[in-house]
């Protein structure tokens, strides 16, 4: 490819633009949006003004039915604001409808649910419920993720392997449907709704609402950091019943074939106060450097602070930060600058131009593959020899049986893992498409999925033999979606994204 001087200057030099730019205006949204929400909190203004909007969002969508239907919705968020590196097409030529919906509505302890409004984001939720005491059972890492997202696609996190997936923990969702009325939807109400919602992407309604178990919090994680030395032996942990029973958490980094470093933590309030490690400060060194350390030191034992821990892949957004500030983890810069990382997603986004979007795209991939635990060591080997990139996230989940776009192949709860693929591979050969392919066939191969954020090029038949459509198909007819949404594939296949 040719690059001209001003395009090697944009990718080499980004970093100047990210940091004296990028970084001072995600400070200051995140300082505005966190004020926001504590006042709204405080004043308890958002449930009364909930309904109002929601009215609001009921009348764009009778206007466009009394307009005729004449072209399909999705929600008017743009682009560039979501965590997925890609942008929706569709956004441009579809009907948008405005969803003004960011607030955390109410913290029932009685009951032990949360119920918020979809664009609030996982950020928000732990900074207000975890100084009442209280956390979600699943919370994905990074602060900008959103309930929505995480309902209408997916979110997983390192306790996934007792709750399941971030769908797993709702109780129930309220939706716009496409004639404008309100539908709530549980496990005893609407049941066949309630299945189909995850993973619909907005293609059977708009959500506006939804209820979400929360769980006692405590003030720190125990963290036992064990290095193990082959995949064999990793996959022969993640398998251990009683590893598996017992902690609260469970992840993995893996480094190489070789070198990687198990993790398992619980929920404590007592320290051994010269253990205490707040690895979320911004002058520390980010979390998967400070990890691959315990490849050298050997085991070890740490209480991370719960928020700490939560977040800890956030400040580097996993490895892929320092691509951008390739210098972002010494520790003058952190110390310097750190408390202004990362630059918001969203941000980097709207800025980052079609020749980086190029250069990405050609060099980098970003996945996230989700398949049956028995098959890690064979995964690990696949991804090995198709992509030789490391680190690998592994983070194991229980996908339990229950009706919708994905479950396990059998009819019994299954345990499950996502590897999580981020970065430059590194071997020879790589090209983005077939490598991608290859890798997609794979995990259609022994009973996967694809997290349907990345790029996906699944053909419409191979999307609908990997995801389950009997029932999304029954409700699509049902609440008269035809006209209304595009199905999901039309969503999430690569040509629909830029
Ligand atoms: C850098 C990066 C890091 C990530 N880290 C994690 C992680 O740590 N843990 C994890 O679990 N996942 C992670 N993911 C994947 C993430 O789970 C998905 O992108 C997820 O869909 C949430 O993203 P979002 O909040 O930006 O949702 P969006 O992309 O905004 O939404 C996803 C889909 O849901 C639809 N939708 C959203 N809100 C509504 C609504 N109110 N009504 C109707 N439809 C709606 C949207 O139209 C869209 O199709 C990561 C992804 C990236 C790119
Ligand atoms: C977590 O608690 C269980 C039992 O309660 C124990 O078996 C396990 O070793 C603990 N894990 C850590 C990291 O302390």
């Not at 795209?361 to 996945?367: H, S």
């Not at 696949?382 to 009819?411: N, R, T």
């Not at 890798?439 to 999307?463: H, I």
Request: aromatic fraction near 12%.
């Amino acid at each position: 490819m040719e690059i001209s001087l001003m395009e090697h200057i944009l990718i080499h030099y980004r970093w100047i633009f990210v940091c004296l730019f990028l970084l001072p205006v995600s400070v200051i949204y995140d300082a505005v949006m966190y004020l926001r929400m504590k006042i709204v909190f405080a004043l308890s203004s958002a449930p009364k003004q909930h309904d109002k909007r929601v009215q609001q969002i009921q009348k764009q969508v009778r206007d466009w039915n009394d307009q005729g239907r004449q072209n399909r919705m999705c929600t008017a968020r743009p682009g560039w604001a979501t965590m997925s590196f890609r942008r929706g097409l569709y956004k441009h030529t579809l009907h948008n409808i405005e969803i003004n919906l960011i607030d955390i509505l109410n913290v029932d302890t009685q009951r032990e649910i949360v119920r918020v409004e979809p664009l609030v984001t996982m950020g928000q939720v732990t900074a207000c419920l975890n100084p009442l005491g209280w956390t979600l059972p699943i919370l994905p890492e990074l602060d900008d993720l959103t309930v929505g997202g995480l309902i209408m696609g997916v979110g997983i996190e390192t306790s996934s392997h007792l709750y399941g997936l971030f769908q797993h923990s709702c109780v129930s969702f309220e939706l716009v449907t496409a004639d404008g009325s309100v539908v709530k939807c549980s496990k005893d109400e609407n049941p066949d709704l309630f299945y189909a919602v995850p993973w619909s992407h907005g293609t059977l309604g708009f959500l506006v609402a939804a209820e979400i178990k929360i769980v006692p919090a405590k003030k720190y994680v125990k963290m036992e950091y064990i290095p193990v030395g082959s995949v064999k032996e990793l996959e022969r942990r993640f398998l251990d019943e009683d590893t598996c029973k017992n902690n609260q958490f469970l992840e993995a980094l893996v480094y190489s074939r070789s070198q990687s470093v198990f993790m398992v933590g619980n929920l404590t309030d007592e320290a051994e106060p010269d253990k205490i490690n707040p690895i979320g400060n911004y002058w520390k060194p980010w979390f998967y450097k400070h990890v691959g350390g315990f490849l050298q030191t050997g085991p070890a034992t740490e209480y991370i602070p719960l928020r700490h821990y939560y977040h800890r892949h956030t400040r580097s957004i996993f490895w892929m930060l320092e691509d951008i500030i390739p210098f972002g983890n010494n520790p003058l810069f952190r110390m310097l600058f750190g408390w202004m990382v990362p630059p918001k997603v969203s941000l980097l986004k709207l800025t980052q131009g079609e020749t980086i979007k190029m250069m990405y795209e050609k060099y980098q991939l970003i996945q996230d593959m989700l398949v049956p635990m028995k098959e890690l060591g064979r995964s690990l080997d696949f991804f090995d020899k198709e992509l030789d990139l490391y680190p690998l996230w592994i983070c194991p989940f229980k996908l339990f049986s229950q009706p919708g776009m994905v479950h396990p192949a059998g009819d019994q709860d299954e345990m499950y893992v996502d590897i999580g693929a981020y970065g430059t591979p590194r071997t020879k050969g790589f090209s983005t498409v077939p490598s991608t392919r290859r890798l997609e066939d794979f995990v259609a191969e022994v009973k996967g999925f694809q997290m349907l954020y990345a790029d996906s090029y699944l053909s419409r038949e191979q999307f609908r033999a990997m995801f389950d459509h009997s029932l999304y198909d029954k409700m699509r007819k049902q609440l008269d979606c035809e006209k209304a949404f595009p199905e999901v594939y039309e969503k999430v296949n690569r040509k629909a994204r830029t």
